[in-house]
């Protein structure tokens, strides 16, 4: 689906004075955008071609910290640069900042000017490519969630994120009177969205006080994940536009439940959706079974691509809407793949594992490479799973740690096969990185258990 802006479009509102700066973003292993704010007039007058940025971009943590022990680069390597190509079928205006319009730009090496490997946009298009060689298109959508608080992001930083106070006071799940006093920042963001060409469905309180939910309408993979990142940045700006603050992270609050990023997916050829089989049990067609058999047996390989973070597996909680088990079942939210409109011609699988902090393409990529697996192997789909999944013990588990995940992640024969050692080995470090920040830091839960009673 293509974006709100051609480049002649761009030029005639550049010399309108309409848009006088333009947003190169690329996006990093964090998922969020990096990148430069050009004058509009330079951009439209070769600007667009390319630009570049410190290859350091690829190999940091979430605090921007320039972590050693990657191949891609390093301080030996002298952290040089990437180009940044811009893709003009993305460029579109970003309504919520004056005169601003943005595109996304992938990631070349600097002499050969082919993709850099471990960029996620990169590794999403390999799969996408991969499936347009087995005749489909894979049409993809997220779900994402997040909480609304009364503080700006600086005050909350300034007094140590204690005292956080959520917008809404209590429970406002589907409540429409409850969102009202949520609307200023929401009916900003579903109509800025809209008039940056991203097609928003709806809104809603979701289920915990203080969250709500943003819907985009599904499209082909690289969109669904290039608007995902968009919708992500757009919140937080527009949250910040009116002194408010939003959080992604998978779970900020013990005793509230975590904020997920679910992942519809099916695959089409031209216009007719493979997953349908109007003959067969509840509308799922060989190609679908076998590709949700292909998810179920990848399922731990590829967590690490869905709960990328410690404190991902904090939202695993039983009786919480999010899922610990990694079966399938028709239209049942306590499992970890829920089939969705069943015996219609919309009928899809739904990944509940992901948190709100992943990476989509990367969340995208992997589900795509496991699917896709399942299909090129004949896998056969396992039966369903019913009633409360949460107490199905002999069901398969999730992974219920980052450390866990990353050994999977980095046993994967499937996931190395599919993206290549360079890259898994990446993202294993990536992990192992995370999980030793982690085990190094004193925590408020250390102080509060144990500076007296220790």
Avoid at 36 to 50: I, L, M, Q, T
Avoid at 179 to 192: F, I, Q, S, W
Avoid at 234 to 257: C, L, P, Q, W
Avoid at 404 to 420: N, V, Y
Wanted: net charge negative; charged share 20%.
């Amino acid at each position: 689906m293509p974006a709100n802006l051609t480049l002649d479009a761009l030029k005639a509102a550049v010399d309108a004075g309409e848009i006088d700066t333009v947003l190169t973003c690329v996006v990093d292993m964090q998922g969020r955008m990096m990148g430069k704010r050009f004058h509009a007039a330079h951009f439209v007058n070769g600007g667009y071609h390319e630009t570049h940025g410190c290859n350091y971009l690829l190999a940091t943590d979430i605090e921007m910290n320039t972590v050693p022990g990657y191949k891609s680069t390093s301080w030996e390597a002298g952290y040089g640069d990437y180009v940044h190509k811009p893709d003009l079928s993305t460029l579109r205006r970003v309504p919520w900042l004056p005169g601003t319009a943005m595109v996304m730009c992938d990631l070349l090496d600097h002499h050969t000017h082919e993709e850099v490997s471990v960029s996620p946009r990169a590794i999403l298009k390999r799969q996408i490519a991969r499936a347009e060689a087995m005749g489909f298109t894979p049409m993809m959508a997220t779900e994402l969630e997040f909480y609304l608080f009364e503080q700006s992001f600086d005050a909350l930083n300034d007094q140590g994120y204690r005292d956080l106070q959520t917008l809404g006071r209590y429970n406002v799940d589907y409540a429409i009177m409850g969102t009202t006093k949520e609307e200023a920042v929401m009916r900003d963001l579903r109509n800025g969205l809209y008039g940056a060409g991203i097609p928003v469905e709806n809104s809603k309180g979701e289920a915990e006080t203080g969250q709500e939910e943003i819907n985009i309408k599904y499209s082909d993979a690289l969109d669904t994940a290039d608007m995902h990142t968009i919708t992500k940045n757009a919140t937080k700006e527009i949250a910040f536009n009116h002194g408010r603050s939003v959080t992604f992270m998978a779970k900020y609050a013990t005793d509230r439940a975590g904020s997920s990023s679910h992942v519809h997916q099916s695959l089409w050829q031209g216009s007719t959706p493979v997953f349908y089989d109007p003959a067969a049990e509840h509308g799922m067609s060989a190609t679908m079974r076998a590709y949700m058999a292909g998810l179920l047996a990848h399922a731990s390989d590829v967590t690490a691509f869905l709960a990328p973070y410690v404190n991902s597996y904090k939202r695993f909680t039983v009786g919480m809407f999010a899922p610990t088990k990694a079966v399938w079942s028709m239209d049942n939210r306590t499992a970890g793949f829920r089939v969705c409109g069943a015996d219609t011609k919309g009928v899809r699988v739904e990944c509940r594992i992901g948190g709100a902090d992943l990476n989509p393409y990367l969340a995208l990529a992997s589900q795509l490479a496991a699917g896709l697996t399942g299909i090129e192997q004949g896998l056969v789909l396992e039966p369903e799973a019913s009633g409360d999944v949460y107490q199905a013990g002999e069901a398969r588990e999730i992974p219920s740690t980052l450390r866990d995940a990353a050994t999977a992640l980095d046993g994967s024969t499937m996931l190395r096969s599919a993206f290549g050692d360079d890259v898994v080995d990446h993202y294993v470090h990536a992990a192992r990185w995370e999980i030793a920040e982690n085990d190094r830091a004193v925590t408020d839960w250390d102080i509060k258990r144990g500076f007296e009673r220790a």
